[in-house]
């Protein structure tokens, strides 16, 4: 299954990739640099902010600097990734930044519960924005 990740809400789009890799199905998203968080920017940011600049260098928490891995690991925080079941459905997970040549021809699923028109979220912020701002 690949899912196109432009315009999908992140969270909802992460528990229905995180429900398909659990029963058992190879799951890879393209696009995630166009997936969108709701909230105001200005908010989105400074929670962001907050848990990044939270411990320190070397002991974490550690924040994603890159589209794919950022979607990534909100993916792995829906997935019981310390048992055996989640770390091999999280290995059935591969995100990528815009289309790889290997889906160029290949037909993409979109998740109509996770698109950004079914929400009454007037403000949102987009993967790549959030990922340009974190490298700061």
């Known amino acids: 299954m690949i ?4 315009d999908l809400i992140v969270g909802r789009m992460a528990t229905f990739v995180a ?7 190879k799951v890879d998203v393209v696009n995630c640099e166009k997936a969108i968080m709701t909230g105001k920017k200005k908010e989105v940011f400074n929670r ?10 070397l002991k974490g928490p550690y924040m994603q600097k890159m589209p794919d891995r950022f979607i990534r690991r909100v993916i792995r925080g829906m997935l019981p990734y310390k048992q055996e ?3 091999s459905a ?3 997970v591969m995100c990528y930044i815009g ?3 290997e889906f160029k021809d290949k037909k993409f699923e979109t ?3 996770a698109h950004i028109s079914t929400s ?3 403000s949102y912020v987009t993967v790549g924005d959030i990922c340009a701002f974190l490298k700061k």
């Open 111 to 113: 998740i109509k519960n």
């Open 3 to 6: 899912v196109d990740a432009s």
């Open 19 to 25: 429900k398909k890799s659990l029963m058992g199905e």
């Open 85 to 87: 079941k989640g770390l």
């Open 48 to 57: 962001l902010k907050e848990k990044r600049d939270r411990g320190d260098a």
């Open 90 to 92: 999280f290995k059935r």
């Open 120 to 122: 009454r979220a007037m």
């Open 99 to 101: 289309v790889p040549n």
